[in-house]
């Protein structure tokens, strides 16, 4: 009992140790590094679902840190959400190291690699304790870091395109901190707590205050530009280009990251009828994403480079994410945190995909894909099956969130925004659909000699695949965490 | 009568996927072994359909539920006259083409024939599913998965021409099943359930123009795959596909997998009572009359044989969606028979198009000269057939033409019996070239003699076509089509036959 008291700590801290220990071991050991980050990951997976399922009997964990109680100590609140990302962080993490294990010896120096899973573990750290703090300082602070291993995992090859996308996305994410910590410090000045729980019930009679309401403004502009909605999404495309493939499946996990953030400030700090009703933010949160749906679609028409074209689909489908729980409804918030997990499976499956082609025929162009499927039929054979899943065709997982987006925007009585999610899927089997018309049907300018790639990228490559359908099906598996999350954040 | 639970309509789909698998495991070098899967399966697949038919045909159900989906709405599956009659002629048409399958690709050499066999298996599995759906949404799965397995039938060849081809299949019927899911979404928010009633399930909800508006999408979204002008596009582009591909296409699954849809929806999710509340049957007997008379115009401009008979689906298919629009018993039997008849004709006219096509290399009808007496058995099946989808007696067409007109009267609309009639005269119009020029006129010198093709592509062409007097002769016998056809009016009308 003891231990699985102090559960919602160990589930960060064995990340961060090992994140720690990873500098040394990789000074003396470089060969173990990744066994090492696949330890922690793993154990933290299996800590991450033994916490979800102590959620789901228990209802919510409070963790005070060090003992001191809230609003002055430190405060860990396992909500269902929180749990719930805390396993799809976990998971997502967990395959990433796996499939890193061979994927980085071609893309990294060996110098570089225990840099790599350094950075990786303290990404992992950071967000899941982002996505479960109760403390409105310390999910700032859990952002930073956060922020700060994506700029420098962005620019870990040390090239010259993969440095400037760092620094653009630097740039770009100090101006979002500096937004937040804005924000942060109006909303401290003004009710005197950082406390997410206590500012809850300290801030109603402080609605009709400008500075409160500037507060608001500051945060939701700064978790937008960590987002990645559009229109702040710029950094989003270079960054995903420029680094390893591996890197842009742990930054959808961070722009979902930057989306619970959202749902925390609209629903755990203000009130849900305060940001539904007196002043229209979801609904003005869902008109942005849908225009980001459309253009981002667009965008990633016109792309020929494989991870410049996924990553646009990234800037489109987190806007999803913005879309369901700008419906405002218990449906729209649910079908909005399904999309995170579907999303991060799915893309995470394409990223791996675009990786394992690119580490064996060394192109990113996809016209010159041609004839990958019949040389790598399994690779070819995921990318196929989550590209459907991208594009919504049942029984995928994609279908599911989409349906439910859509049927949460119809009950809501937008039936704009569901046909907005129903044309999207119509622009992403364009650009999908050509891909994979190129790789089955398309004819190689030259022969080369390539096969399939090396199991541990298969392993995750296959088991993403293959979650696509487990969670298209299994739809009930995520919504039976889902449902209660949705109510605890309405206040249902 | 009591429902009955059995793992059955699962394994029929299985079944059929199981085979997918097989297929693509045992590859192109043990091809042999590859066509014993194809063909076991469907024989398999067929006895399991057979052995549901008894109950089925005196009024019962089969169910198979598994978990649910959404609130409400599960992935069951349950087998009641109407889904006895779409999939006891799919499966019976996979034998039959797989047959043909065989026989035409091994004869031109094709390539990809792992791909094209696997492709053509999961088709077969949707449409058995499509048929099994007991809601709508485990209908939607299906009938994407059809849209994404056919793809690659289409895109056969690889040419340009082809891929062109599949990219407008794409484009129509993906943005088509938007349409179906916004319909979807909006019947599950009006009603919480997508479950397919007798009686239909919309009644009592919502507005008469939300249900007018949701109608609407419901018709072009499955109205796409159904073919109705003018959203008929797709289909003569495709023809472009290996004939047995046309085959599926034209008979087996595709269009009548739209057929089936849009039949449900009217039927079973709007009722029969509120479509007439609504006043929404004529519009779409309309649009059915006008699809009829224009695709027939259009059949009579090309010399393509293979294009020719597209727009002759094209037209065929509004009778059944004609048949069904008139809200009578009479028309919407005739409208359901029309479903097994048009396929047991199309088919054979598709089959004789690849054999000529095979034998001697032809696809226009200016070429074919004399072909009638150098490939006689061909010819008179297509003959047959051809006479058949004019309605001539005793073909299975009359049939149809006969329930139609009825139901027409019956519905006070005399309009239509004028529609049908018209399109008989333009049926023999088109189909009048084809056969006089294979019979009245002399062979080009040096054309081989006795050129039947081969037993595996007779075979099939003799049987359907047989099929077809047969339905056409005996159409009362017990068993047949038309006394399923009055079972499923039976039940979504009360009965009057």
Same mark, same amino acid.
């Given at each position: 009992m003891n231990v699985l008291f102090h559960l919602p700590i160990i589930v960060i801290l064995i990340p961060l140790t090992a994140a720690y220990l990873m500098p040394l071991v990789g000074h003396k050991?470089?060969?173990w590094c990744n066994s090492l980050a696949v330890v922690a990951l793993a154990l933290s997976f299996v800590a991450s679902l033994v916490l979800a399922r102590l959620v789901l009997v228990n209802g919510p964990m409070h963790y005070y840190m060090a003992g001191f109680m809230p609003p002055w100590g430190i405060e860990l609140v396992v909500d269902y959400l929180g749990a719930y990302m805390c396993v799809v962080i976990s998971f997502i993490t967990l395959l990433v190291a796996l499939y890193s294990k061979e994927y980085i010896t071609k893309e990294l120096s060996e110098q570089r690699r225990p840099q790599y899973y350094t950075l990786l573990l303290l990404l992992t750290g950071s967000m899941m304790g982002a996505s479960i703090t109760g403390d409105l300082f310390n999910l700032f602070v859990c952002f930073e870091i956060l922020s700060i291993s994506s700029y420098a995992l962005v620019s870990i090859s040390g090239e010259g395109k993969a440095l400037l996308a760092g620094y653009k996305y630097l740039l770009i994410g100090a101006i979002a901190s500096s937004f937040l910590l804005l924000g942060i410090g109006h909303l401290y000045i003004s009710t005197?707590?950082?406390?997410m729980a206590d500012m809850f019930v300290r801030l109603p009679p402080l609605y009709s205050s400008w500075t409160v309401l500037a507060a608001l403004a500051l945060l939701i502009v700064g978790l937008s530009i960590k987002t990645a909605l559009f229109p702040l999404h710029v950094w989003l495309p270079d960054a995903y280009t420029n680094a390893p493939c591996s890197v842009p499946v742990l930054s959808t996990l961070v722009i979902k990251v930057g989306a619970v953030a959202i749902i925390r400030l609209l629903f755990n700090i203000f009130q849900p009828s305060f940001v539904i009703n007196t002043i229209p933010m979801t609904a003005a949160l869902s008109y942005i994403a849908a225009i980001a749906i459309i253009v981002a679609s667009l965008f990633a028409i016109s792309q020929t480079d494989i991870k410049r074209m996924l990553a646009y689909s990234s800037v489109c489908h987190v806007a999803y994410v913005i879309l369901g729980i700008g419906v405002g409804t218990e449906l729209g918030l649910t079908g909005g945190m399904l999309h995170i997990i579907n999303h991060a499976v799915t893309k995470g499956c394409l990223f791996f995909c675009a990786g394992a082609i690119i580490y064996k025929t060394? +192109?990113?162009?996809?016209?010159?894909?041609?004839g990958l499927g019949r040389k790598m039929p399994v690779t070819m054979g995921a990318f196929t099956l989550a590209a459907l899943s991208m594009v919504g065709i049942?029984? +995928?997982?994609g279908f599911m969130s989409k349906f439910y987006i859509a049927l949460a925007a119809m009950t809501a009585g937008r039936p704009e925004c569901a046909i907005v999610i129903l044309l999207s899927s119509l622009l992403n089997a364009i650009y999908f659909i050509r891909v994979i018309n190129i790789t089955y049907f398309g004819i190689p300018e030259e022969e080369i000699e390539i096969d399939e790639a090396p199991p541990t990228m298969l392993y995750p490559i296959v088991m993403l695949a293959a979650c696509c359908l487990i969670l298209g099906f299994g739809v009930e598996l995520p919504l039976t965490i889902l449902r209660p999350a949705a109510q605890v954040l309405l206040g249902v | 009568m009591e429902p009955v639970y059995s793992i059955r309509p699962a394994l029929a789909i299985a079944i059929s996927l199981t085979c997918a698998g097989l297929i693509g495991l045992t590859g192109k070098r043990h091809r042999n072994f590859r066509e014993f899967w194809t063909l076991s399966a469907a024989v398999s697949k067929y006895i399991i359909v057979i052995s549901m038919f008894p109950l089925v045909y005196h009024g019962g159900e089969y169910i198979f539920s598994t978990f649910e989906i959404i609130p409400g709405v599960g992935f069951d599956l349950r087998v009641d006259a109407f889904s006895m009659f779409f999939s006891f002629l799919s499966s019976f048409l996979w034998i039959v083409t797989s047959v043909y399958s065989i026989g035409y690709m091994r004869s031109l050499h094709e390539h990809s024939q792992t791909r094209y066999y696997l492709s053509f298996a999961v088709c077969v599995a949707s449409t058995i599913g499509i048929a099994f759906a007991d809601n709508l949404f485990t209908l939607f799965i299906f009938y994407e998965m059809l849209t994404i397995a056919t793809y690659p039938l289409i895109i056969h060849e690889e040419t340009p021409e082809a891929m062109a081809a599949g990219r407008k299949y794409l484009i129509y019927l993906l943005g088509a099943s938007l349409f179906i899911l916004l319909g979807m979404v909006i019947t599950y928010s009006l009603t919480g359930t997508l479950t397919f009633s007798n009686s239909g399930?919309?009644?009592?909800?919502?507005?008469p123009e939300t249900l007018k508006t949701l109608f609407v999408l419901f018709v072009i979204g499955f109205g796409t795959k159904a073919a109705i002008m003018p959203l008929h596009g797709w289909l003569p582009s495709a023809m472009v596909a290996p004939t047995p591909v046309s085959a599926l296409l034209h008979a087996v699954a595709v269009v009548k997998a739209g057929v089936f849809g849009l039949i449900r929806v009217i039927?079973?999710?709007?009722g029969t009572d509120l479509m007439r509340e609504l006043g929404l049957g004529l519009p779409l007997a309309i649009a059915a009359s006008i699809t009829i008379i224009v695709a027939s115009l259009f059949a009579l401009a090309q010399d393509n044989l293979k294009l020719r008979l597209a727009y002759s689906t094209v037209s065929q298919l509004s009778y059944i969606i004609l048949g069904v629009a008139l809200l009578t018993p009479s028309a919407a039997t005739g409208g359901i028979i029309h479903i097994a008849n048009q396929a047991f004709m199309k088919i054979t006219l598709f089959f004789c198009a690849g054999a000529i096509f095979v034998q001697t290399g032809k696809k226009n009808i200016s070429e074919m000269h004399g072909i009638g007496k150098t490939m006689p058995l061909t010819m008179i099946c297509f003959a047959i057939c051809a006479m058949g989808m004019a309605?001539?007696?005793?073909?299975a067409g009359f049939i149809t033409k006969w329930y139609l007109c009825l139901g027409a009267l019956e519905a006070g609309q005399p309009i239509f019996v004028a529609v049908l009639l018209t399109s008989a005269l333009l049926n023999i119009a088109y189909f009048f070239p084809p056969i006089y020029n294979a019979f009245f006129m002399e062979p080009e010198k040096g054309a081989k003699k006795d050129n039947d093709p081969t037993w595996w592509l007779l075979l099939p062409i003799v049987l359907c076509a047989l099929a077809s007097i047969f339905l056409g002769l005996i159409?009362?016998?017990?068993?047949?089509p038309l006394r399923l056809a009055s079972v499923v009016v039976e039940q979504i009308m009360g009965g009057l036959l």
């Amino acid at each position: 009992m003891n231990v699985l008291f102090h559960l919602p700590i160990i589930v960060i801290l064995i990340p961060l140790t090992a994140a720690y220990l990873m500098p040394l071991v990789g000074h003396k050991w470089k060969k173990w590094c990744n066994s090492l980050a696949v330890v922690a990951l793993a154990l933290s997976f299996v800590a991450s679902l033994v916490l979800a399922r102590l959620v789901l009997v228990n209802g919510p964990m409070h963790y005070y840190m060090a003992g001191f109680m809230p609003p002055w100590g430190i405060e860990l609140v396992v909500d269902y959400l929180g749990a719930y990302m805390c396993v799809v962080i976990s998971f997502i993490t967990l395959l990433v190291a796996l499939y890193s294990k061979e994927y980085i010896t071609k893309e990294l120096s060996e110098q570089r690699r225990p840099q790599y899973y350094t950075l990786l573990l303290l990404l992992t750290g950071s967000m899941m304790g982002a996505s479960i703090t109760g403390d409105l300082f310390n999910l700032f602070v859990c952002f930073e870091i956060l922020s700060i291993s994506s700029y420098a995992l962005v620019s870990i090859s040390g090239e010259g395109k993969a440095l400037l996308a760092g620094y653009k996305y630097l740039l770009i994410g100090a101006i979002a901190s500096s937004f937040l910590l804005l924000g942060i410090g109006h909303l401290y000045i003004s009710t005197g707590t950082l406390n997410m729980a206590d500012m809850f019930v300290r801030l109603p009679p402080l609605y009709s205050s400008w500075t409160v309401l500037a507060a608001l403004a500051l945060l939701i502009v700064g978790l937008s530009i960590k987002t990645a909605l559009f229109p702040l999404h710029v950094w989003l495309p270079d960054a995903y280009t420029n680094a390893p493939c591996s890197v842009p499946v742990l930054s959808t996990l961070v722009i979902k990251v930057g989306a619970v953030a959202i749902i925390r400030l609209l629903f755990n700090i203000f009130q849900p009828s305060f940001v539904i009703n007196t002043i229209p933010m979801t609904a003005a949160l869902s008109y942005i994403a849908a225009i980001a749906i459309i253009v981002a679609s667009l965008f990633a028409i016109s792309q020929t480079d494989i991870k410049r074209m996924l990553a646009y689909s990234s800037v489109c489908h987190v806007a999803y994410v913005i879309l369901g729980i700008g419906v405002g409804t218990e449906l729209g918030l649910t079908g909005g945190m399904l999309h995170i997990i579907n999303h991060a499976v799915t893309k995470g499956c394409l990223f791996f995909c675009a990786g394992a082609i690119i580490y064996k025929t060394g +192109t990113r162009n996809i016209r010159e894909f041609g004839g990958l499927g019949r040389k790598m039929p399994v690779t070819m054979g995921a990318f196929t099956l989550a590209a459907l899943s991208m594009v919504g065709i049942p029984p +995928t997982n994609g279908f599911m969130s989409k349906f439910y987006i859509a049927l949460a925007a119809m009950t809501a009585g937008r039936p704009e925004c569901a046909i907005v999610i129903l044309l999207s899927s119509l622009l992403n089997a364009i650009y999908f659909i050509r891909v994979i018309n190129i790789t089955y049907f398309g004819i190689p300018e030259e022969e080369i000699e390539i096969d399939e790639a090396p199991p541990t990228m298969l392993y995750p490559i296959v088991m993403l695949a293959a979650c696509c359908l487990i969670l298209g099906f299994g739809v009930e598996l995520p919504l039976t965490i889902l449902r209660p999350a949705a109510q605890v954040l309405l206040g249902v | 009568m009591e429902p009955v639970y059995s793992i059955r309509p699962a394994l029929a789909i299985a079944i059929s996927l199981t085979c997918a698998g097989l297929i693509g495991l045992t590859g192109k070098r043990h091809r042999n072994f590859r066509e014993f899967w194809t063909l076991s399966a469907a024989v398999s697949k067929y006895i399991i359909v057979i052995s549901m038919f008894p109950l089925v045909y005196h009024g019962g159900e089969y169910i198979f539920s598994t978990f649910e989906i959404i609130p409400g709405v599960g992935f069951d599956l349950r087998v009641d006259a109407f889904s006895m009659f779409f999939s006891f002629l799919s499966s019976f048409l996979w034998i039959v083409t797989s047959v043909y399958s065989i026989g035409y690709m091994r004869s031109l050499h094709e390539h990809s024939q792992t791909r094209y066999y696997l492709s053509f298996a999961v088709c077969v599995a949707s449409t058995i599913g499509i048929a099994f759906a007991d809601n709508l949404f485990t209908l939607f799965i299906f009938y994407e998965m059809l849209t994404i397995a056919t793809y690659p039938l289409i895109i056969h060849e690889e040419t340009p021409e082809a891929m062109a081809a599949g990219r407008k299949y794409l484009i129509y019927l993906l943005g088509a099943s938007l349409f179906i899911l916004l319909g979807m979404v909006i019947t599950y928010s009006l009603t919480g359930t997508l479950t397919f009633s007798n009686s239909g399930i919309l009644a009592g909800h919502g507005t008469p123009e939300t249900l007018k508006t949701l109608f609407v999408l419901f018709v072009i979204g499955f109205g796409t795959k159904a073919a109705i002008m003018p959203l008929h596009g797709w289909l003569p582009s495709a023809m472009v596909a290996p004939t047995p591909v046309s085959a599926l296409l034209h008979a087996v699954a595709v269009v009548k997998a739209g057929v089936f849809g849009l039949i449900r929806v009217i039927y079973f999710i709007y009722g029969t009572d509120l479509m007439r509340e609504l006043g929404l049957g004529l519009p779409l007997a309309i649009a059915a009359s006008i699809t009829i008379i224009v695709a027939s115009l259009f059949a009579l401009a090309q010399d393509n044989l293979k294009l020719r008979l597209a727009y002759s689906t094209v037209s065929q298919l509004s009778y059944i969606i004609l048949g069904v629009a008139l809200l009578t018993p009479s028309a919407a039997t005739g409208g359901i028979i029309h479903i097994a008849n048009q396929a047991f004709m199309k088919i054979t006219l598709f089959f004789c198009a690849g054999a000529i096509f095979v034998q001697t290399g032809k696809k226009n009808i200016s070429e074919m000269h004399g072909i009638g007496k150098t490939m006689p058995l061909t010819m008179i099946c297509f003959a047959i057939c051809a006479m058949g989808m004019a309605g001539v007696p005793p073909m299975a067409g009359f049939i149809t033409k006969w329930y139609l007109c009825l139901g027409a009267l019956e519905a006070g609309q005399p309009i239509f019996v004028a529609v049908l009639l018209t399109s008989a005269l333009l049926n023999i119009a088109y189909f009048f070239p084809p056969i006089y020029n294979a019979f009245f006129m002399e062979p080009e010198k040096g054309a081989k003699k006795d050129n039947d093709p081969t037993w595996w592509l007779l075979l099939p062409i003799v049987l359907c076509a047989l099929a077809s007097i047969f339905l056409g002769l005996i159409p009362r016998a017990p068993f047949t089509p038309l006394r399923l056809a009055s079972v499923v009016v039976e039940q979504i009308m009360g009965g009057l036959l």
